[in-house]
C-alpha cells in the first residue's frame, strides 16, 4: 500500500513526483466595450502605430457607429472633440460658449469606427489622449452618472466616458463581438468607451499638424463606410482638404 501524502515529513514529500500540469497560454484581455474613434484614430494606420500590445486585434476597425445628438468640432485645443447632448453635460460643456457649437450635420450625429481594445494598448491610448490617470472619483452630484463618468478630468487633456453608440454597419471579422454585445445580434446599443475634453469646447483650428492626420484619418474612414455627406457636412468645416 502507497504511503498517503499527508502522513509524509516535508523532506519525504519533495522526493515525490510532481504531477505535469498542461503548459497554460494566458489570452489576450479585453474589456466589454469597444473603443469609439472619432478624430485621427478614425485611421487605422494610425492604430497601428499606436497600439503596440496587441495592434492585430487593437487596429482592426470591427464597426461603423454614431452617437446620435452628440456634437463633433475642432476646439481651441486644436484638436476633436465632442460634446454630448444636453442633460449630459458638466461642467463647461454646459457654458454660453458650448450651446454656441452648431449640431453635427443634418443628422444631428457624430459618427466614429469602432475598435476591440486589448487592455494594454488602452492604458497606451489613455497615454496619447492625456488622460490623468490619478483624477478624482467623479460624484453623482455632477449631473452625469458616475457609470457613464467614473472619474472627472483633472488635469487631463481628455477623460474617459463610458456610452451607448448606435452601430450602423458591422465590418468583416466583427462576427465573435456582435455575439457579446447589444441585444446579442449586433443590434441595438453598444457600449463603447469614447475620449472627451470636457473643458475645451470652443470652435477653434485644427493644428497644422493635425490637418493631415485627419485627412488620412477622413480617407480610412470613409473607406470603411463612415458617410461622406455627413463628412462633407460637419467635418469639412474644420479640415481643409490637402
Known sequence: MLPNPTTLQPAERHTQAPIPTPPTTKPPQY?????FAYGSNL?????????????????TPLAIAALPHWRWLICEAGY?????PPGLRVANQDSETAHKIPVSGSED?????LYQMDVGDERILDGYEGVDTRAADAEAGDGVSVSIR???????????????AD???????AEGIKAGLGDGKGKGKVPVLVYVDENCVRLSEPKFEYIARMN??????????VPVGWVEEVMRKFIPVE
Not at 474589456?31 to 473603443?35: A, D, N, T, W
Not at 467614473?150 to 451607448?164: A, E, I, L
Not at 452601430?167 to 471579422?173: N, S
Request: glycine fraction near 10%.
Open 31 to 35: 474589456p466589454k466595450y469597444l473603443y
Open 43 to 59: 485611421s487605422p494606420a494610425q492604430m497601428k502605430t499606436r497600439c503596440r500590445i496587441n495592434p492585430t486585434h487593437s487596429a
Open 80 to 84: 476633436a472633440n465632442i460634446l454630448p
Open 109 to 113: 450625429t457624430v459618427y466614429g469606427v
Open 150 to 164: 467614473p472619474r472627472v478630468q483633472g488635469d487631463g487633456s481628455y477623460n474617459k466616458w463610458f456610452v451607448g
Open 167 to 173: 452601430v450602423v454597419k458591422w465590418l468583416d471579422g
Open 216 to 225: 488620412r484619418a477622413i480617407r480610412e474612414s470613409v473607406d470603411l463606410g
